[in-house]
């Protein structure tokens, strides 16, 4: 059984670092790309990144809403993907899941396993 | 960039009926489209992808369809575990983007 499990989330000032961890399980980690999604309290979902497998390179990618303060990172030994988000704004609340990146029909597009999600808190 | 348009916002149906959501994106996306369910407390879970393909575990009631720019989920027979928000959802290569259209509720009429 494919398990995410997310943690690391909490109470942080603005302008403050949070590093968040997604523990995975039930499958081969370093066979996949894994990507972070984040929704504010009553609000859509948002893609926030993803990083490829090494098969791919291992890059990252993210949104323009976070790039330059977030980072993805992974140890396929551990089976760990990491979040690292620095420079945090309340714009940034809301809980924030793993996500396995699916394959199908030649592409990586969908998110077909998602963790149950750390909530991330910005106030003073 | 891509976006993803839902229609309705809200659909106000009962249980046994069909339910018909709509996705449009503002540019072709070929079949490249998910639809997730989302029931309130929880993270999203995959319902389909490839437009019309069922991810496991998912039920027959549920169907999609479309390519191009204009996509539905359909529901044919609402079940209670059924009322929640659905989400489209999909990626464009360069620049590398992920994105959700706002979603639809079901909720009970």
């Known amino acids: 059984e494919v398990q995410l499990v997310e943690s690391g989330g909490g109470l942080v000032q603005p302008g403050r670092s949070l590093r968040l961890s997604c523990a995975a399980s039930g499958f081969t980690f370093g066979d996949y790309a894994m990507s972070w999604v984040r929704q504010a309290p009553g609000k859509g979902l948002e893609w926030v990144g993803f990083?490829?497998?090494?098969?791919?390179?291992?890059?990252?990618e993210y949104a323009a809403s976070v790039k330059g303060r977030f980072t993805i990172s992974r140890d396929d030994s551990k089976s760990i993907a990491y979040l690292q988000m620095n420079s945090l704004t309340a714009e940034d609340a809301g809980v924030y899941s793993c996500?396995?990146?699916?394959?199908?029909?030649?592409?990586?597009?969908?998110?077909?396993?998602w963790g149950q999600g750390t909530l991330v808190t910005v106030s003073s | 960039e891509i976006v993803l348009t839902q229609s309705p916002a809200t659909l106000s149906l009962s249980p046994g009926e069909r339910a018909i959501l709509s996705c449009r994106a503002s540019?072709?996306?070929?079949?490249?489209l998910a639809w997730y369910q989302q029931k309130p407390g929880q993270t999203p879970r995959l319902l389909m992808y490839d437009a019309s393909k069922r991810a496991t575990g998912i039920p027959a009631r549920f169907s999609g369809s479309g390519s191009g720019t204009d996509f539905t989920l359909t529901i044919s027979s609402l079940e209670p575990e059924d009322f929640a928000v659905y989400y489209c959802q999909q990626r464009t290569n360069w620049p590398a983007d992920f994105t959700f259209g706002p979603g639809t509720k079901v909720d009970i009429k």
């Open positions: 996500n396995r990146v699916g394959y199908a029909s030649g592409r990586y597009y969908f998110f077909d396993y």
């Open positions: 540019q072709s996306i070929s079949s490249f």
């Open positions: 990083i490829r497998s090494k098969a791919f390179g291992g890059t990252t």
